[in-house]
Each structure stands twice: as C-alpha cells, then as structure tokens.
C-alpha cells in the first residue's frame, strides 16, 4: 500500500469516526443500493478463522446506570438515561427505538467514541467511562470492530487494503497485516475480488468489506449501525446471515436497527425509548 494512501486512509477512519460521532453518514457517492451478484453466505474459510474466542460466562459489555446530556444553550438534553444493561461473550443482541431515542448514543458509548455523563462502562471488565481520549481511541482500535450502514469504504483503496486500514492504524506490519486481510477477505467470500475498488462491488459486497475490515484486529465486540439499511431485502438477508454466521463462531455483536426483522433474528432486542430501556432485555431471551 503506497504511503500517501495509509495517510490517507487514516485521515478518512477519522472523519469517519467523527461523522459517526456526529450522526453523519457518508455513502462515498455509492448513489444507493445496488442489485447483489454476490457468492451467497460463507466461505468455507470461516470455519478455519479465527474469530474474537468467547467464554461464555464473561460480561463484554456492562453498563451501569450510565446517563449521557447534552448542553444545548439553557436546555440539557438527555440523551441516555440511566441505562444499565449486559452484553455477554457471544452474544447477538439488537439496540431498537425511534429516531431519537437514543440509540447513537448508546452506539457512541459502546464504541468508546464518547464518554458518558455519569455512570459506568465496564468493557471485558475494565472502567471505560473516565479514559483520557488516546486511551479510549486505543481501546476502540483494539477492542472494537465497527459496522457501517454506508459501509465509509474509502474509495481510493482496494478490497485488501481497504480490510487493512485497522491493521495499518493498529501497528501491524505490512508482511502480516497483508496477508490476514486476505484471510479476511477470503473469510467473507470476496476472496476473488482482491484488487477491486469499491466503485466496481455491489452494495453487499462493499458491505462485505466492511464486515471483514471491522473484524481486522481481532476484536471484542462489533458494534454494527444499521447493517442492512442501505441493501434490498434479498443482500440485506445475505449479510444478517455473515453476522449469524461470524455470531455462530464466537463473535459478540450488537446491531442498532429499525428492521423488526433484524431485530428478531438476535438473541435479545434492546427497546429504547426517550433515552431509556424500556424493556427488560437483560434477562429476557427470545431464542438460544
Ligand atoms: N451532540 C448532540 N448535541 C445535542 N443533542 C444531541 C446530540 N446528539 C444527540 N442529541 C439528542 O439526543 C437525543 C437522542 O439522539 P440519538 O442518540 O441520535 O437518537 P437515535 O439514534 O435513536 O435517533 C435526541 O433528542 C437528539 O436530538
Ligand atoms: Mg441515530
């Protein structure tokens, strides 16, 4: 990867970043979603990968009466309030609520993008909540894999460099970082599609992308906005099977979405309104 496109990478990841802070989605000119001419599900490498290993007694994510307000002139805005609620290793659960509800927020927390009012966030059982900002951007890089409903590839970088991006930003050196890109790239059936620029994928295969980039450094928790909210039904039903398939081995995944049938398909549904939970998803199973 030529150095002026690593520098570049790493200034797009953080608008990215920052635009996900600001609630602000970039399609990369994607002009919409596209018809899919994908490989359906899995590659057969994804039995071989390996994925973010759960003990399935452990707490990934705690929180504990976490509350988030913001100043807006006279006016504080609760945006969270009082949120207590636990993720365990290997878990598939779902954040769900109207506009305005909360859910950014919640995903800005968990993903270590901001820090709460007051409040804990216990993530794998370390305080969170008080980091210093390079603490909390090293956590995020290392601990977390995001998701995006625009997929924020950056256009100028091929499949593999694109997946590299969290390596590169991570320290990895390029021997390896390349060649686990390709794993990952394999893993999530773009394996012939290496050299492609996201303008030449289809919306679920850029969306592929950014599954196999997210799961780059190994990490924790995927935190996933909207996963399937830019794709027809059919890509969109192709990529929730990725993440059952990645869920399957071991991955611990949140997704915030508005689909019912997104929703319905993990394990727990997180109902937010008016910057509460309103139900009691913690102890409360829908299925496994
Ligand atoms: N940076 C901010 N400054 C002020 N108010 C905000 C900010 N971010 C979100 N809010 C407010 O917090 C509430 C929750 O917003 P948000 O988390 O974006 O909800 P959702 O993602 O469910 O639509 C809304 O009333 C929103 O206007
Ligand atoms: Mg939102």
């Given amino acids: ?16 970043i920052r635009n996900l802070e600001l609630g602000i989605n970039d399609n990369n000119g994607n002009g919409g979603p596209q018809i899919l001419q994908i490989p359906g599900g899995c ?53 769900m609520g109207p506009s305005g509800s909360g859910k950014s927020t919640m995903l800005n927390m968990l993903g270590c993008l901001d820090r709460p009012t007051r409040g804990r966030y216990l993530l794998d059982g370390n305080d969170v909540s008080g980091l210093e900002d390079n603490r909390l951007s090293e956590v995020r890089c290392s601990k977390i894999g995001f ?8 256009p100028q970088l091929t499949v593999v460099e694109n ?75 192709d990529i929730l ?3 059952h398939d990645l869920h399957n081995h071991g991955a611990t995944l949140i997704v915030v979405t508005h689909d019912k049938n997104v929703g319905g398909q993990c394990q727990r549904i997180f109902q937010m309104s008016d910057g509460c939970l309103t139900n009691n998803a913690k102890n409360h199973y829908i299925q496994g």
């Fill in 1 to 16: 990867m030529q150095k002026d496109l690593i520098e570049n990478a790493v200034g797009v990841v953080s608008i990215i």
């Fill in 43 to 95: 590659s057969p490498a994804t039995r071989n990968q390996q994925l973010p290993i759960s003990n399935m007694q452990n707490n990934i994510v705690e929180l504990q009466d976490l509350s988030k307000f913001y100043q807006m002139g006279g006016t504080t805005v609760k945006a969270l309030r009082d949120v207590s609620m636990t993720v365990r290793s290997g878990e598939m659960v779902a954040v």
């Fill in 147 to 154: 998701i995006f409903q625009s997929y924020n590839l950056i």
């Fill in 163 to 237: 997946i590299e991006v969290p390596l590169f930003y991570g320290g990895a050196p390029e021997s390896t970082s390349r060649e686990r890109a390709v794993e990952l790239a394999e893993l999530v059936g773009l394996g012939k599609r290496l050299s492609h620029l996201p303008v030449q994928l289809s919306g679920g295969e850029r969306q592929r992308v950014g599954i196999a980039r997210s799961m780059a450094n190994n990490p924790l928790l995927l935190l996933a906005d909207e996963p399937t909210g830019n794709l027809d039904s059919k890509t969109g039903a």
């Fill in 241 to 243: 099977s990725l993440l």
